[in-house]
């Protein structure tokens, strides 16, 4: 196991600056994730790290080693693909073992590997088959396993699950995070899928343009984002942004309380008229879909459902907001005040 450290690391593709002088440090054994929107950087900062790509100014540390031009085979990674192509003539223990056999591993240590990583990641009763004749989840497993026997310092995934469906993602998501529990391989993991990123991270990384926008435990860039990028990008549905004189004043959905279910004092809150546009029963939370003067975006409000309440579209309602639970941010900085 070991540290990653980036330093002033940049990588420019023409005028592009895909990656724009990022420092930062995965601690031994973290779960780092990066989340940002297409087009941010993640792959490109995640190919460097790996030495797929080589940066044009920066350093890249592993351990006590500086990695910055060795290639792939030199630095101790395994690397996780969206397209994680199994061998399809292959079984799925001999997939698992293949990397093992190229790098002349003796027979009784590869057997132990692989039942290792295959029980791990509870894939040992697939070992005769073909990947054709498991399902996508299983397969996933079986690239997982593949990358895991390598034994690996650090552990690159890049966005691993997001040809799974919803179901099959959400369950390979708590076993990756389960086996890196066990293993506590240090692990950077690239999405911009936000729950997943919330769910996964020790702490996330946003990245926007190339940058670092924040980095932070879930908690903390939920409950306190640094900028306006952040506050828009995490949390769904997202913030609710008004606009003020020098400022933006920003609240969760889950902080506009309709008067009837206010439960707060009157006297510390931002009180606020709404035209109810929408409501829509999710099971447990409802939303409520508002309008106002003060914006051209929509408004909303997120309370758990309450059969007592008879909200209707078309009309309108006070709505208050603890001044504790809001936000403000510069005009001109974007920064949280
Ligand atoms: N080989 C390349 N040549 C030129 N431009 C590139 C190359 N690779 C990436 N880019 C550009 O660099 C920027 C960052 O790309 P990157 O693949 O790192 O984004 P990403 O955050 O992984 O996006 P996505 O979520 O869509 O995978 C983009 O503007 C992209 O077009
Ligand atoms: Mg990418």
Known sequence: MASVVVENLTKEFGNVKAVNDINLKVNDGEFLVLLGPSGCGKSTLLRMISGLEFPTYGKILIGENDVTRTIPKDRNISMVFQNYALYPHMTIGENIKFPLESRGYNKSEIKEKVEWASELLKISDLLDRKPRETSGGQRQRTALARAL???????????????????????AREEIRQFQNQVKITTIYVTHDQIEAMGLGDRIIIMEDGIIKQIGTPKEIYEKPDNLFVARFIGSPAMNILSKQDYYIGFRPENLEIEEIFKGSKDDAFKIELSVNRVEFLGNDTLIYCSSDLTDEVITSKIISNEKLNIQAGNKYQFFIDNKSIFKYSKDTEKLI
């Open 149 to 171: 026997v390598r034994d690996p310092e650090v552990f690159l995934m890049d966005e691993p699950l997001s040809n799974l469906d919803a179901k099959l993602r959400h369950s």
